[in-house]
């Protein structure tokens, strides 16, 4: 479910263990350009023009996506939202994920090996949230170590306030903690607002 601390969970293992982590969030839109890299237009520089001319006509440069820069620095990759994410990104994926441990750059024609420190984390909400959300193939599904994260509990709330913030009265974090709760239970359980016109739709 959303807000449960997936992506604080990992973001703590990063931290504890001195590993840059590189958080992406995908969707609909996300191209596997946007994870490898693509040719970008780029202003010449007059000094190295052919012409000489001021203003050189401009050309092309190939541009790292954050993926293959977090794959060329051996970084953690925190992929968010991964049940949002085109087939064509899953396939695209796929190589960094099996025993082949590379991403091949048709347009540079190099291929580039994950480091041992490399690593790629996943997460997603259920289906029932909307916005374009699919069930992923188990295949691909069968390439992740799956851990389900339960929503937090009352308690849970309470001592996570609580240690951040030890100066709160308790009898404020309990009205804070129940009115988090009833607007939980209004919208996910129930549906009863905050359904139309929401983020994904």
């Not at 703590?12 to 191209?31: K, M, W």
């Not at 190589?95 to 997603?124: M, Y």
């Not at 069930?135 to 709330?157: E, Q, Y």
């Not at 309990?174 to 929401?198: C, L, P, T, W």
Request: charged share 20%; aromatic share 6%; proline share 5%.
């Amino acid at each position: 479910s959303p807000g449960v601390g997936k992506t604080s969970l990992i973001s703590a293992f990063a931290a504890a263990s001195g590993h840059r982590l590189v958080r992406i969030n995908l969707s609909e839109q996300t191209d596997i350009s946007d994870l490898l890299g693509s040719d970008l237009p780029m202003h010449d520089d007059p000094s190295t023009s052919v012409s000489g001319r001021s203003g050189g006509q401009g050309s092309f440069k190939w541009c790292d996506g954050v993926l293959l820069q977090a794959i060329k620095r051996g970084d953690w990759v925190l992929l968010d939202e991964l049940n949002l994410a085109s087939q064509s990104v899953l396939e695209g994926l796929n190589s960094c994920l099996d025993h082949r441990a590379n991403v091949f750059i048709p347009e540079l024609g190099l291929k580039f090996a994950c480091p041992s420190t490399f690593r790629i984390f996943a997460a997603q909400n259920p289906l029932a949230q909307g916005g374009g959300r699919k069930g992923l193939p188990k295949s691909f599904l069968n390439r992740f170590t799956k851990v389900c994260v339960d929503a937090l509990t009352p308690d849970d709330l309470r001592s996570i306030v609580a240690s951040r913030f030890p100066t709160l009265p308790s009898s404020l974090v309990d009205r804070m903690v129940a009115f988090n709760n009833s607007i939980q239970v209004d919208v996910v359980e129930k549906g009863e607002y905050g359904q139309m016109g929401s983020p994904w739709e």
